[in-house]
C-alpha cells in the first residue's frame, strides 16, 4: 500500500471512542438530529420518492430501516434512500475552509447509520463512525487541498467518509481499511457535471450514491477483496495527480486525540439554500427593514468571487428547476425580500416562479468585491444596495466571521421540530430527541430511528 493509503487504515484502525473531545461527541449528536431532520422534509419530495422506490424489502438480519416509512431494505439502499433525502432541501450542513473548496460532509452520515442499525452497533461506535468519516474529508479540502473544477467533488468525499465510516463499524483491521479507502476512491471519481445548467435531481441524488458505494466498498474489503495498492500515491492515475489540485492531499491535517474534529467545524444551515447564498438571505432580511420590495427599482450587490462564480451564473436569473434556484443570489434575494422567509414551503410552492419574485429577480445585479474575497472566509461580506423609483439609495453591508456561523442547540432543534411538525406526532419528535442525545449511552444505535414513521 502506498503511504497515504496506509495513512488512511491506520488512522481508522486507530480511532477510538475515548478520542473523541466532549464538543466533538455533542457535534455529531447535533449533526445526525440536523440531517434527520432534513430527511424528514425530504421525504415528500420526488427524489426521495423515487429513491424509496427502488429499495427492496428486506427480512435479513443484515437490513436496515428507511427514515419516514421505517420498511427495511438492504443497508446500502436504506443509506441510499435516507442520504438522498437527507440532502434533498440542500438544508445539510455544510463546510468551507477556503474560498475554493468545500463540502457537505453529513452525506457520510447515512452509510454508517444504516450499517450500525445493521449489525446492532453501540451509539459510542455510532458516534466514533460519524466522525471519522467527516474527517475524511480533511485531506479533500483543508491547507489549499481542492479537487480539480472537471471532478465531482462532494461525491467522491461522501464515498470515502461512507467507506471508512461503515468500514470501522464492521471492525476492519488496519489493511483492510486501507483496502476499504482505495475501492471507494479509485470507483467515485465523478465528473463534475452536477450543478453545471439546468440542474437535476442528481444535486442530491449522489449522496445518496456514494453512502451506497461507501457501504459496498467497505463489504468488499470484508470480504477480502483486493485493491489497487496506489490509488493515491501513483503518477500514472493517482488521486494526487489525477484529481487533487497541485497534488496536494492534506493527510498531515487529520486530527488526533482529543484534538478538535472537523465536524464542529461544519456549519448547521439556517435555510434551505446552497451554503454560498446564505449571505444573500442574511443581508437581504437585513435590506427589507429599510425599503418595501415594491419601492425597489435597482438592486446591486457586491460578493466574493466563490459566491459570484457558484450562486450568480446566467442560469441563476432564469431557473426552471428547485435545484438551480436553490444555489441562486438573485432567488435568495427577491424571495426574502417579498416574503421576509425562506423554508421548504417556499419551494413547494415554487415562490421562485411567482410573478413578483421575478419581478424583482429581473432588477437584480451582482458584482466581485476583490477585497471581499481576499477575506473570505475569514470575513465573509456582502454590500447590497437598492435604489428606489425615487431615486433613494438604502444600503446594508453584511459582515459574518465563522463565529457568527455557530448554531445553538435550541435552534437545531427548533429546525428539526419544523420539519417534524408536518409529519410526526409530539410524542414522535420528542422521543427521537430524546434518543439522540442519550445516543453515547444507547446500546443500539439503531434506536434513534424507531420513531420516524411518517
Known sequence: MDKGLKTLGKYAA???YTDLPKGTV????????DSMGCALGGYL?????AARKMCPISNDTFSARIIGSLQRSTPEMAAFANATMVRDLDHSDVYHPSITSGCHPSNCISAPLAVAEAIGASGKDLITAIALGYEMYVPFVENKAKIKNQFEFDGLMASLGSAMAVGKLLGLNEEQLSVTASLALIANVGLGMRRVGKVSMYKEVYAGM???????SALMAQADMTAPEESIESNQGGLRHVVMTDGIFALERLARSKQQFMIERSVIKAFPIGGGVHMSAYTALD???KVRADEIASIEIQTESYGKSTSALPQHWHPTTRETADHSIPVAVAVMLVDGFMDAESWRKERFKAPEVLDLIRKIRVVENPEFSRQYP??????????THSGEIRRVHKIKTPADDKTSVDFIISKFMRYADSVLSPPQAKATLDA???????????????????
Open 436 to 454: 439522540v442525545w442519550k445516543l453515547d449511552k444507547l446500546e443500539r444505535a439503531g434506536a434513534v430511528l424507531d420513531n420516524l414513521f411518517v
Open 45 to 49: 419530495l420526488e427524489a426521495g420518492k
Open 378 to 387: 475569514a470575513k465573509k461580506n456582502m454590500i447590497m444596495e437598492a435604489k
Open 14 to 16: 486507530s480511532l477510538k
Open 210 to 216: 456514494a453512502a451506497r458505494q461507501g457501504i459496498f
Open 26 to 33: 455533542q457535534a455529531v449528536k447535533e449533526r445526525l438530529l
Open 287 to 289: 435590506l427589507r427593514k
